[in-house]
C-alpha cells in the first residue's frame, strides 16, 4: 500500500484538505503558469517531488528539476512517466546540482531565464544540530547557499516569481533548524540581501508531512520491513498533512499567494492534533498486529520475534526530552497574524521584518563561521549570532539527541 493510501490513516480526512482551493483556482493557476519556464531546486524530495507531480498537471513550457540526489532524481522520473497519462511536459530535465554551487551559477547564466523558481533545498532535521559542524552544515545550505542563489537570479533579472518553502518550527523556535529557517524567511523577504529582486516573493508553514523520507511515520514503515521495534514519544501530539496535500500547498503559495506572504493550513487543534503514539499503534494494527508496549529498548529490541510469533509487535515509548522538541505545534509566532486571502482552507501570515541593520551582519557571520574552519565555532556561539537577528529563538538544550536513541 503506498503513503498516499496511508495517509488517511493518519490525518482522518477522506478527502484532500487544500482539493478545492485548488480547483476553485484552476484556472488562474493555468493563466499564470501556463507558457512559462519553472525551475524546482531540491524537488527530488518528498515536498519538492509532490509539488513537482502537482506543476506538472498544467501546460508549462519547461519544468527542470536541481537536486543533489541522482537516485531520487531517477526514482521521481519513473513515477511521472509511469503514471496512467504519463509525462506530457515536453521541455522536463532533472539535473544532479548543489543548488549553491559554481556549477549551479553556470547553469542559471547558460539556460533561458526562468519566470518561477521553487526551493525546497534544505536540510530539516533537528537531530543535524547535535554538533557545530552538522549544524554549520545546516546553515550553509539552509542560508549561505540561499542568499548566493537569490543573487544569481537578481543578476538574471527574469524571475516573475520565488518560493521557498518553510517549517511550523519557524513560529517561535526553540530549535536552531527553525531558526535557520526562521532566518530564511526574512532572507527572502526582505531587500537586504537582494535588492533588485524585484520577483513575487512567498513561502509557507506546514504541519508535519505523513510518511516522507526521514520522518517518524516513514521509520515505522521501514522498522517493520527489518523487523525491529517502533519508537515514539509519550504525550505529544502533531498536525499531520500528506505528501499530495503537502505539494498542493507548495502549488497554491507559489502560485497564488500575495506577495511577501506565508501561507499556513487552517487547522483545528481539537479536531486535528494526532498523538503519535495513537498513530503507530493504527499503523501496526493496519498491518496486523497488536502492539505490545515497552519503556525499555533493550527489552523492545530483544522480543521482536517473540512478539510477532504471538501476533503482536513491539512499541518502544519514550519521554519528550531530546533537545529543540516542542510539544506543540504553531504556525504562527509572537507579534505575527494570520490573514484570510480568499481560501478555503489556507490562511496567509504577512511578512513581519526583522530588526533594521541586524540581517547583514548575522549572515555575515554564519557565512565567516561556515568558509573560515579556522574560526571557533561552538553551539552557544552560534545560538547568539541567530539570536541577534532572531529575538523569538528560545533555543532548548538538554543535552540528548535522537542519535542517542533507538
Request: proline share 5%; glycine share 6%; with cysteine.
Amino acid at each position: 500500500m503506498s503513503t498516499n493510501e496511508l495517509s488517511p490513516l493518519v490525518t482522518q480526512r477522506k478527502e484532500g484538505l487544500f482539493r478545492e482551493d485548488v480547483e476553485r483556482r484552476r484556472a488562474e493557476i493555468t493563466e499564470r503558469i501556463g507558457g512559462r519556464r519553472l525551475l524546482v531546486i531540491g524537488g527530488a524530495g518528498s515536498i519538492g517531488s509532490a509539488t513537482v507531480h502537482a506543476l506538472s498537471e498544467y501546460p508549462v513550457a519547461a519544468l527542470h528539476v536541481i537536486d543533489q540526489s541522482e537516485n531520487n532524481l531517477a526514482e521521481l522520473v519513473r513515477d511521472l512517466r509511469s503514471r496512467r497519462d504519463g509525462l506530457t511536459v515536453a521541455d522536463f530535465r532533472t539535473l544532479p546540482l548543489d543548488f549553491g554551487s559554481p556549477l549551479m551559477q553556470r547553469f542559471l547564466r547558460e539556460e533561458e531565464p526562468y519566470e518561477y523558481v521553487l526551493n525546497f533545498a534544505a536540510v530539516k532535521h533537528v537531530r543535524s544540530e547535535k554538533d557545530s559542524c552538522s549544524l554549520l552544515h545546516m546553515l550553509d545550505t539552509n542560508l549561505v547557499k540561499l542568499a548566493r542563489l537569490l543573487g544569481w537570479l537578481q543578476e538574471k533579472g527574469s524571475t516573475e516569481s520565488y518560493f521557498c518553502v518553510s517549517t511550523d518550527k519557524a513560529a517561535n523556535p526553540v530549535n536552531l533548524m527553525g531558526a535557520s529557517k526562521r532566518l530564511m524567511e526574512h532572507v527572502i523577504f526582505s531587500a537586504d540581501v537582494a535588492p533588485d529582486f524585484d520577483a513575487r516573493v512567498s513561502s509557507a508553514r506546514f504541519a508535519n508531512v505523513a510518511f516522507s523520507d526521514g520522518s517518524l511515520l516513514q521509520s515505522f514503515l521501514k522498522r517493520l520491513e527489518k523487523r525491529q521495534p517502533l519508537a515514539a514519544p509519550e504525550q505529544t501530539r502533531r498536525f499531520f498533512i500528506s505528501l499530495r496535500e503537502a505539494g498542493q500547498i507548495c502549488l497554491l503559495a507559489a502560485v497564488c499567494a500575495p506577495d511577501r506572504h506565508l501561507l499556513i493550513p487552517r487547522l483545528d487543534p481539537a479536531a486535528d492534533l494526532r498523538e503519535l503514539e495513537a498513530i503507530a499503534v493504527a499503523v501496526l494494527r493496519h498491518r496486523g498486529f497488536d502492539p505490545r508496549i515497552y519503556r525499555d529498548e533493550e527489552e523492545a529490541r530483544s522480543n521482536v520475534e517473540s512478539d510477532v510469533a504471538a501476533g503482536c509487535y513491539p512499541l518502544l515509548l519514550t519521554p519528550l526530552d531530546t533537545s529543540g522538541e516542542k510539544p506543540y505545534e504553531e504556525f504562527v509566532g509572537d507579534g505575527e497574524q494570520s490573514v484570510e486571502i480568499g481560501m478555503l482552507n489556507l490562511l496567509g501570515v504577512p511578512y513581519r521584518p526583522a530588526m533594521q541593520g541586524k540581517l547583514l551582519p548575522t549572515l555575515a557571520e554564519i557565512e565567516k563561521l561556515v568558509s573560515q574552519p579556522g574560526t571557533p565555532a561552538t553551539k552557544q556561539q552560534i545560538v547568539d549570532t541567530m539570536s541577534s537577528v532572531i529575538a523569538e529563538l528560545r533555543h532548548v538544550e538538554t543535552g540528548k539527541s535522537l542519535d542517542g536513541r533507538m
